[in-house]
Each structure stands twice: as structure tokens, then as C-alpha cells.
């Protein structure tokens, strides 16, 4: 649960910054979180639950 709530964070904060620096318009970013909301009750979520979880468990097996 935690690994959850820190990468909604960061993908706030990257939408966020995208919004003003970069030029992505609002609406843009509606039509973003609209894809993630209609992707999360498809049957390809748990495929990208599992993908988001392996890549987090190799950057955390990282050592530096």
C-alpha cells in the first residue's frame, strides 16, 4: 500500500509540472486520469499491476 501511495504522489507531482512547464494543457491531463480510471477496471490491470510491481522491486534491489 505504501509503493501505491508514493508513486500516485509522484505521478501527481509529474502531471503537475507537465501542466506548467511543459505545456500540457488541463484538459489533457483530465483525459489522462480518465484513461487510468477506465485501464484500472480492465481486464489488462492486473498485468500493469504486475508490471509496476516488478519494476519497483528491481529499483529497489538496486545497490549503489
Given at each position: 500500500?505504501a509503493?501505491?501511495i508514493?508513486?500516485v504522489?509522484?505521478?501527481?507531482?509529474?502531471v503537475?509540472l507537465?501542466?506548467?512547464?511543459s505545456g500540457?494543457k488541463g484538459g489533457?491531463?483530465?483525459?489522462?486520469?480518465l484513461?487510468?480510471?477506465?485501464l484500472a477496471?480492465s481486464?489488462?490491470?492486473?498485468t500493469?499491476?504486475?508490471?509496476?510491481?516488478?519494476?519497483?522491486?528491481m529499483?529497489?534491489?538496486?545497490k549503489?
Amino acid at each position: 500500500m505504501a509503493l501505491s501511495i508514493s508513486v500516485v504522489v509522484l505521478l501527481v507531482i509529474i502531471v503537475i509540472l507537465m501542466v506548467r512547464k511543459s505545456g500540457l494543457k488541463g484538459g489533457h491531463a483530465v483525459i489522462c486520469v480518465l484513461l487510468g480510471f477506465y485501464l484500472a477496471s480492465s481486464s489488462i490491470a492486473p498485468t500493469i499491476n504486475e508490471l509496476t510491481t516488478n519494476v519497483a522491486g528491481m529499483i529497489g534491489g538496486i545497490k549503489f
